[in-house]
T-cell receptor, first 113, second 113 residues
Framework: GENVEQHPSTLSVQEGDSAVIKCTYS??????FPWYKQELGKRPQLIID?????GEKKDQRIAVTLNKTAKHFSLHITETQPEDSAVYFC????????????FGGGTRLMVKP | DTGVSQDPRHKITKRGQNVTFRCDPI?????LYWYRQTLGQGPEFLTY????????KSRLLSDRFSAERPKGSFSTLEIQRTEQGDSAMYLC???????????FGSGTQLSVL
């Protein structure tokens, strides 16, 4: 089955700096890659996603890049703010039978004011 | 709130007792998923339904776990003879199509004493 590795497990940045979180996946059939943000005690919330026919997607301060050949994708957050502090999870999904998301282990992002 | 709702939010039980959780997906979503999340980890897939049909179950789902979605709307997850290792956050999610966005509920936090 699919295996998703995520790193770093913790990331501390100064407010205003950029943050990059990287994930690799094992199954070349995976074709949908969402990113979720989870604040303490709250539900995971989708912040951005990318499909395998696209190499990059941007939404204001966040962007995701995908390298299908290398089977890795990354989340980029620019101009970080204290409210960006949370745990971020990447995930991968195949479009055929099953359709479940396989999640990475998470990255705890701390943005210091 | 028209999102995914789960009940109860918290459940404390003694080892050996049975527990049942409920999930109400977003009304137009025909796909419903159950995930389990332990502290510091990403959500792990348990099972999923398309309408009332349970289409996939993870190997994580032991015989003590059973899930139903009798009318293709709400779903229940029952754990029989709970064990301390069952302590986790149980998350429900729904989506409308494959490769579409997955929306999570706030989860049921289970503590088995």
């Amino acid at each position: 089955g699919e295996n998703v590795e995520q790193h770093p497990s913790t990331l501390s940045v100064q407010e205003g700096d950029s943050a990059v979180i990287k994930c690799t996946y094992s199954d070349s059939a995976s074709n949908y890659f969402p990113w979720y943000k989870q604040e303490l005690g709250k539900r995971p919330q989708l912040i951005i996603d990318i499909r395998s026919n696209v190499g990059e997607k941007k939404d204001q301060r966040i962007a995701v890049t995908l390298n299908k050949t290398a089977k890795h994708f990354s989340l980029h957050i620019t101009e970080t703010q204290p409210e960006d502090s949370a745990v971020y999870f990447c995930a991968a999904q195949k479009g055929n039978a099953g359709n479940m998301l396989t999640f990475g282990g998470g990255t705890r992002l701390m943005v210091k004011p | 709130d028209t999102g995914v709702s789960q009940d109860p939010r918290h459940k404390i039980t003694k080892r050996g007792q049975n527990v049942t959780f409920r999930c109400d997906p977003i009304s137009e979503h025909n796909r419903l998923y159950w995930y389990r999340q332990t502290l510091g980890q990403g959500p792990e897939f348990l099972t999923y339904f398309q309408n009332e049909a349970q289409l996939e179950k993870s190997r994580l789902l032991s015989d003590r776990f059973s899930a139903e979605r009798p009318k293709g709307s709400f779903s229940t997850l029952e754990i029989q003879r709970t064990e301390q290792g069952d302590s986790a956050m149980y998350l429900c999610a729904s989506s409308s199509e494959p490769l579409e966005k997955l929306f999570f509920g706030s989860g049921t936090q289970l503590s088995v004493l």
